[in-house]
């Protein structure tokens, strides 16, 4: 009876924290139609055009949700699709070489228009053309002679490393090597840490975006794309054909009125002098008499204070399902060896699935947002369950079972009064680390849209703003700690004193 007090516990504090997040987000709705999503990639850039877009249709009175920082392009792409977020900003060569599948250099908005899923719309460009390009320090390149990308193939030792993107995608790095029959190795990183990563001499050379701020900040010399190998990416809104009229003519206002030296003083507002992304969002369109000024509020502390909240609410939900599948399943299959064995190892599978394989493998399922994101983490949480459950139960002394069966308790007898409270020790031990890992996978979450303290973390990353990153790390890791102090109450709570001796520090 106690481990099923301590589950319907876990399912109250579940309950309890669902409805705090619920009510949070009712209190944003308005009694005006559904609110507008507006999504971006990870990468800064993407950021402060999502808060234009955003904070202009709200100047029309829309109520708009931000899913800022989802994990790429084809993520942005298929919530687009499912309906899970309302538009994003694109760029045209990615639109024609990624999404399409096509080969043109230089692909026009019709062309495009003719083409993408009939649910979908490319509007007007804003004007800049974001172009790959592939950037070293001045100084090294001065050094070397380098200014084509042509002549990278003198120098065969220079270390090359890509954001993961543009290492796989159709108009990246294979294609690039190939054309100009390059033979350098590179490896996978962060695109916002690859700026740090060149400064510090880690790497000599990386792909970066035309209009990137950091271009300035970190001395860096574009290579000039001698071949012509890489399409034009001119900026443009990438909406679902469901927008409301008034909406698209608010965006279509924004058509020609960035070229590529203002977006760069713009991402340089964000990254160098490091105001927010609304802040660099908000004076853009007053000064452009798009919006009449309002407040931006930068308090940091609402935001750690919302982002825990529904950290807790994933995670949370996520774990009390994992015990209410795990627990029992544990202790019907104990007995069968076999079959107990086969949903471990099935289980352990799922363990290997890297995490944000994982839920990018949801999104065609379920979209994007919480429910993949609790899908997930409820996977994640059934292995330490299960396993600790079966491994309890098929462990504990034969003699004391032969006990059970002497005094004449029946089966139901024994397990109740006997087997499940000498295993409860190990149980929750399971239901421990299942939460813990929890905790810790929950912060990916933010790149599918869950939100959460990943939601700073990524933000972090894209900025190189290791404060940022803290504002996420810093509270997840106090609720490890806190989880930790839970479950040692629980422990003491349900457990009998002569079976902790030795468990938990004195």
């Known amino acids: ?58 100047e029309e009175g829309f109520v708009v949700e931000h899913r800022f920082g989802l994990g790429g392009t084809l993520v942005c792409y298929e919530a ?34 003719r083409r993408v899923d009939d649910r979908l719309q490319v509007l007007d460009s804003l004007g800049f053309n974001n172009a790959y390009v592939l950037t070293l320090k001045e100084s090294l390149a001065e050094q070397l002679g380098i200014k084509n990308i042509s002549d990278l193939v003198k120098h065969p030792d220079l270390s090359f490393a890509f954001s993961l993107e543009f290492m796989h995608r159709e108009d990246g790095w294979p294609g690039l090597a190939q054309t100009y029959n390059l033979p350098h190795r590179p490896s996978g990183i962060d695109h916002g840490l690859a700026y740090q990563a060149i400064d510090e001499g880690m790497i000599d050379l990386t792909d970066a975006y035309s209009t990137d701020g950091d271009l300035e900040r970190y001395a860096l010399r574009m290579l000039i794309d001698d071949l012509d190998y890489f399409p034009k990416y001119y900026s443009v809104p990438f909406a679902r054909r469901s927008l409301p009229d008034a909406a698209l003519a608010q965006i279509q206002k924004l058509a020609g009125l960035i070229d590529n030296d203002h977006m760069r003083r713009l991402s340089a507002e964000v990254l160098i002098e490091g105001k927010s992304f609304a802040r660099v969002a908000e004076d853009f369109l007053v000064a452009s008499g798009l919006v009449v000024e309002q407040d931006v509020n930068e308090s940091f502390w609402p935001s ?67 429910v993949p994101a609790i899908i997930a983490l409820f996977l994640y949480s059934i292995l330490p369950v299960l396993r600790n459950t079966i491994t309890a139960l098929i462990t504990i002394d034969p003699l004391l079972k032969r006990v059970a069966e002497a005094i004449g308790l029946t089966k139901r007898q024994q397990l109740f009064h006997v087997l499940v409270p000498l295993a409860l020790p190990n149980i929750l031990s399971g239901i421990r680390i299942a939460a813990i890992i929890s905790i810790g996978t929950a912060t990916l979450a933010a790149f599918i849209g869950a939100g959460g303290l990943g939601e700073p973390i990524v933000t972090g990353l894209a900025l190189n703003d290791t404060n940022l990153i803290m504002q996420g790390a810093i509270p997840a890791a106090c609720l490890a700690i806190l989880v930790e102090l839970l479950f040692e109450w629980l422990e003491r709570l349900l457990v009998k004193p002569h079976m902790l001796s030795g468990m938990l520090p004195e």
């Open 304 to 370: 750690i204070g919302k982002n825990t909240l529904v950290h807790l609410k994933l995670t949370t939900i996520a774990l009390v399902l994992g015990v209410m599948v795990g627990l029992p399943v544990g202790i019907l299959v104990h007995r069968r060896r076999n079959l107990a064995r086969i949903l471990v190892y099935f289980a352990g599978l799922l363990q290997t699935v890297p995490s944000i394989a994982l839920l990018a493998l949801m999104i065609p399922l379920f979209g994007i947002g919480e």
């Open 80 to 113: 687009l699709l499912a309906g899970e977020i309302d538009l994003y900003m694109e760029y045209t060569g990615t639109l024609e070489q990624v999404i399409l599948k096509g080969s043109r250099l230089d692909p026009d908005i019709d062309g495009l228009n």
């Open 1 to 58: 009876m106690k481990i099923i007090f301590s589950c319907l516990l876990l399912v109250g504090i579940s309950a309890s924290l669902f409805s705090v997040g619920a009510g949070a987000e009712t209190n944003t709705e308005t009694d005006k139609s559904k609110p507008l999503v507006v999504g971006s990639k990870n990468f800064s850039e993407s950021y402060l055009l999502g808060e234009i877009l955003a904070r202009l249709l709200e």
